[in-house]
């Protein structure tokens, strides 16, 4: 039975979408705070058994800052995904989330990660066995 969502949590959620077979995609805007990423990793968790995922990209372009707490909480997100036999990829990670996340001695060994969501896309389809070629004209 699907637990029953606050206001709040349906305002604050992200959507997940089926990017192609066995990948998926979370964008994530705004602010990400400890109670969104909570409500993050249980829904992505939920969405890779519902679509027996093995890849799920992470984009984080449109947050705006990161502190420890969500650092930390953002390489929890990675480590479920791979227990339940899905890779994440973060893919935008920005200047200032990349810096504040060394500044803050976050460990990401064995974490994917790309600034651009064009190659986590390519890194992403590789991992379930597609290659992608550019069509001659």
């Not at 990660?113 to 001659?136: M, N, P």
Request: one cysteine or more; hydrophobic letters at 50%; a negative charge.
């Amino acid at each position: 039975m699907a637990k029953q969502r606050t206001k709040e949590e349906v305002e604050i959620a992200v959507p997940i979408g089926l990017l192609w077979e066995k990948m998926l995609i979370v964008p994530v805007v705004g602010i990400l705070d400890s109670r969104r990423t909570q409500i993050l990793m249980e829904d992505m968790l939920e969405s890779i058994q519902l679509h027996k995922a093995k890849v799920l990209i992470l984009d984080v372009l449109g947050v705006a800052a990161v502190d420890s707490a969500v650092a930390n909480h953002i390489i929890k997100i990675t480590k479920a995904t791979k227990l339940m036999g899905c890779e994440c990829i973060i893919s935008g990670i920005s200047p200032a989330i990349s810096e504040t996340m060394v500044s803050l001695g976050i460990e990401i060994e064995g974490v994917e990660t790309t600034s651009a969501l064009s190659d986590a896309l390519e890194l992403a389809f590789s991992r379930v066995g597609y290659h992608i070629v550019k069509k001659e004209n």
